[in-house]
């Protein structure tokens, strides 16, 4: 009789053990209400950066978590706010919502935080609902 070597017994065994752990762990662990906004999801149209010019800044807000969401959001430069407040309605399980504000640029360099005023009911994850972009240096008319 021929003798399995024991690693290959510990593989089989740790296969065959695998196969009982659930399939979906992370969503397991997913919040009823969790609202986001990324850095990734904030942009700018035009997105060239001319002192004097109007722009539009996007905001992508999804829903990460299990249950429908409403709230506010707002655009700040510094601590200023950037047109109104933005009411956001929000489906469950990703599904994204754009909202906009129109906004003149400055003459000076800028970044632009977007962040949640208030959520219903209560976000129950803080950490994604502030989101800053990087330093804009923007360009003057006589920059060429």
């Not at 709230?71 to 469950?92: D, N, P, T």
Request: glycine share 6%.
């Amino acid at each position: 009789m021929r003798k399995v070597s024991s690693p290959i017994l510990s593989l089989i065994f740790l296969l065959a053990g695998s196969l009982a752990v659930p399939l979906n762990i992370a969503g397991a662990q997913q919040l009823d209400y969790d609202l986001a906004v990324q850095i990734s999801d904030i942009s700018f149209v035009p997105n060239t950066f001319l002192v004097g010019t109007p722009v539009r800044i996007y905001a992508t807000i999804r829903n990460f978590g299990n249950k429908d969401m409403t709230g506010h959001v707002a655009f700040y430069l510094s601590q200023e706010l950037i047109g109104k407040e933005q009411v956001v309605s929000s489906r469950a399980c990703g599904f994204p919502e754009d909202i906009f504000v129109d906004w003149t640029i400055p003459d000076r360099e800028f970044n632009i935080a977007v962040k949640f005023i208030d959520t219903f009911p209560q976000d129950q994850n803080l950490d994604n609902n502030v989101s800053v972009t990087a330093v804009i240096t923007p360009k003057k008319d006589t920059d060429g």
